[in-house]
């Protein structure tokens, strides 16, 4: 990416400390983002995105009126990129990784902030409502029922039920199907078994 070209930033986060330590160390650090705008709630910040277009925001999740996830009742197919900021919780984070999203952990440490925005910034596809959902649905009945696969194509997802194995195959994974079909997977496997660890 050009130095003369940054990516324009909006944080949403209830917690003015939260907002504000985010904002400095993207300003001390990270010279390829600029912060735009700032927002306390779902609401604001999605007043915001419409003034701003923002290219990505920074989104809390668990907010007092509503949480992070309502922002995809107004955008459920954003133009913008999303990566979400949680307090640590152990099964928030599984599902997290469960919907291939991207994520920071408070108190956010300045490397996992600056890989986060190089994914981001590499992404083609930008994050969908129906990862969000997955992600949602696992929470509510702490069961997870689908998973989504990067693959070369883009984001598939596949109901848990349906997956027989998954194979290492170098730096991807290979997962096979009941309907007999193969999906490479370009993460390694470790970071599956995480995630699937009570599938199988």
Do not use: W
Request: charge should be negative; include cysteine.
């Amino acid at each position: 990416m050009s130095a003369k070209m940054k990516l324009k930033a909006i944080i949403i986060d209830d917690e003015v400390r939260g907002r504000n330590s985010l904002a400095i160390l993207i300003k001390n650090y990270v010279p390829d983002v600029e912060i735009v705008g700032e927002a306390a709630s779902v609401k604001e910040g999605t007043k915001l995105i419409h003034e701003l277009s923002p290219n990505m925001i920074f989104l809390d999740i668990e907010m007092p009126e509503e949480n992070g996830f309502a922002i995809y009742n107004e955008f459920p197919e954003p133009d913008f990129q999303v990566i979400f900021v949680t307090a640590y919780n152990q099964y928030l984070v599984k599902a997290l990784r469960h919907s291939a999203l991207d994520y920071l952990l408070k108190p956010i440490d300045l490397d996992e902030l600056s890989d986060a925005i190089e994914r981001a910034q590499k992404k083609i596809h930008h994050t969908t409502k129906e990862q969000v959902t997955i992600l949602d649905d696992a929470i509510k009945s702490n069961e997870f029922k689908k998973i989504a696969l990067p693959t070369k194509d883009g984001l598939m997802f596949v109901e848990t039920d349906d997956i027989i194995r998954c194979e290492a195959d170098g730096s991807y994974t290979n997962f096979h199907l009941k309907n007999k079909k193969k999906v490479m997977v370009s993460s390694l496997l470790g970071s599956y078994e995480k995630v699937l660890s009570n599938h199988f």
